[in-house]
């Protein structure tokens, strides 16, 4: 009997990177994950070797091929990448080489840019152009601080010789052999360079950053026909057929495919995404308006996102920093070994605050201690601070909608979390709903790339089996508790803001 047909995805993360294959309906056959460097030169600074994005992607999908039999590899039919959004590569055309290190989306070196901008009057037409805002966390200023610093960029943007790209341009030339310099509009839409309603690269913005106009990549819908994997890689030949960024793939892979429909993805961040349909829906309260993905004729489908910059970050900082567990999965039972955090409150603002305040001053914040405190509650405290932080957006997000939401999906690798989930249905008073696979990023883009494949009919079909084997968390505290919490934690936030040391 013949294999069912199977489908890959790529999904490179800040992190890691990872390949997996799945079948038509969505089901994880087999994954492998590389790990990645991050590197912090300097306070509130973020970047990565982009050659070391690349390898570190390439070994996942080496490791994949290796793990699957002949026939499964054969029964493979097409590739979906999805990968780190507004993450920022410049190299040049005529060698491939990176002109420097890529500036990663956490980075904020480039504030002052951003203030710069403001300053001459830019961000209102900016911000509605773009359904952006005017942060260092879109790759903008990130270019425009590039061309300044690095003098290999400045001499290949004067020689017509620099490509500028998000990191799935970045691998798209890399898959294809430097047979293809395109971007696709979900990630073109975080670059504060793309006309949200016209889907185009505005002239005007680009200006600004002092990018080439030959230097963008051709804008590409999410899914098309887009090259081949080049002959020296595994899966040699196999068509790459959709490309989209992780947060708009996750929520794809969650089947959020109605408008009012949303997820929650815990990753390095935590990013709340919102279906708004055919329409644009905007927030005066600092939520994004962004592209969530097009069918192959450019068609969009539009969302609302919250975009928080620390959530496995703060598990990792438990782990590498303050060195109170050894694996990332013991603050489960840490923070579990206590009834509650003892008052105690972390505002994870690490690298600045993103939804709402859009601070890149912020840092984080531990408060509440008393000589009773033990590593039980800042633990615990941890996990709440993540959960807090998106209640605020769910709070924005119904807002801006007039609606309530319905459950919330979440995926991630902290949605493995027990303790943060019921937090999160806590502080919310949303069910919360956990599929049974938690790589909904890379479930959503292979499915988008199936459908390119004429494999998958529609992904509507899969919506009634969405919950199979899903564990829902329920509200465990009333209203008044809730309303008590939530302003303490407002206190909380307002100590982070505008911090400088």
């Not at 001053?361 to 993540?386: K, N, P, Y």
């Not at 009919?457 to 089996?465: E, F, I, S, W, Y």
């Amino acid at each position: 009997m013949a294999e069912q047909p199977l489908l890959l995805a790529l999904d490179q993360g800040t992190s890691s990177s990872r390949a997996a294959v799945f079948n038509s309906t969505g089901d994880l056959i087999a994954s492998a994950s590389a790990p990645l460097a991050i590197q912090y030169p300097a306070d509130g600074w973020v970047e990565q070797d982009p050659m070391a994005i690349w390898a570190s992607q390439r070994q996942a999908l080496i490791d994949l091929h290796t793990n699957l039999n002949a026939a499964q590899r054969q029964a493979v039919v097409s590739c979906g990448v999805t990968n780190q959004r507004e993450t920022t590569v410049l190299w040049r055309r005529s060698n491939g080489i990176p002109c420097g290190p890529a500036l990663v989306w956490q980075d904020g070196r480039t504030a002052a840019i951003c203030q710069q901008w403001k300053e001459q009057g830019l961000e209102r037409d900016w911000c509605e152009r773009t359904g952006l805002l005017l942060d260092p966390y879109f790759s903008a200023s990130k270019i425009r601080w590039m061309l300044d610093h690095y003098s290999d960029a400045a001499a290949a943007a004067a020689a017509d010789d620099l490509c500028f790209g998000t990191v799935e341009c970045w691998l798209l030339w890399q898959l294809t052999g430097g047979q293809r310099h395109g971007s696709d509009m979900s990630n073109a839409s975080r670059t504060l360079l793309m006309d949200l309603d016209q889907r185009q690269w505005m002239d005007q913005f680009r200006t600004h950053t002092g990018l080439p106009a030959s230097a963008l990549p051709e804008l590409l819908p999410c899914r098309g026909d887009f090259g081949h994997i080049a002959a020296d890689l595994p899966f040699a030949g196999l068509p790459i057929q959709a490309l989209l960024g992780d947060q708009q793939a996750a929520t794809l892979g969650q089947l959020c495919l109605q408008p009012g429909e949303g997820k929650c993805t815990y990753g390095t961040g935590a990013f709340l995404v919102i279906n708004t349909g055919a329409g644009i829906r905007r927030s005066e309260a600092g939520l994004l308006s962004t592209l969530g993905w097009t069918d192959a004729a450019g068609t969009p489908t539009y969302c609302l996102e919250g975009s928080l910059f620390n959530a496995g970050t703060v598990i990792q900082w438990l782990r590498d920093g303050l060195q109170i567990i050894d694996q990332s999965e013991q603050v489960n039972d840490l923070a579990n070994s206590v009834p509650d955090s003892g008052g105690v409150m972390l505002v994870p603002a690490f690298t600045g605050w993103g939804t709402p305040h859009w601070d890149p001053q912020a840092r984080g914040v531990l408060v509440g201690l008393t000589r009773d405190s033990q590593r039980g509650h800042i633990a615990r405290a941890a996990l709440e601070g993540i959960a807090l932080s998106v209640a605020t957006l769910v709070e924005l997000a119904e807002a801006a909608l007039g609606t309530r939401l319905g459950e919330l999906a979440v995926d991630g690798g902290a949605a493995a979390s027990d303790p943060l989930l019921q937090a999160q249905a806590d502080c919310t008073g949303l069910t919360v709903r956990r599929p049974a696979s938690l790589e909904s990023t890379a479930r959503g883009v292979a499915l988008f790339a199936g459908v390119q494949a004429g494999v998958v009919d529609d992904l509507n079909h899969l919506v009634p089996n969405r919950g199979d084997g899903a564990q829902r968390f329920h509200p465990q505290i009333d209203t008044t508790q809730r309303n008590r919490w939530r302003s303490r934690w407002n206190d909380a936030v307002n100590r982070s803001l505008g911090w400088h040391g």
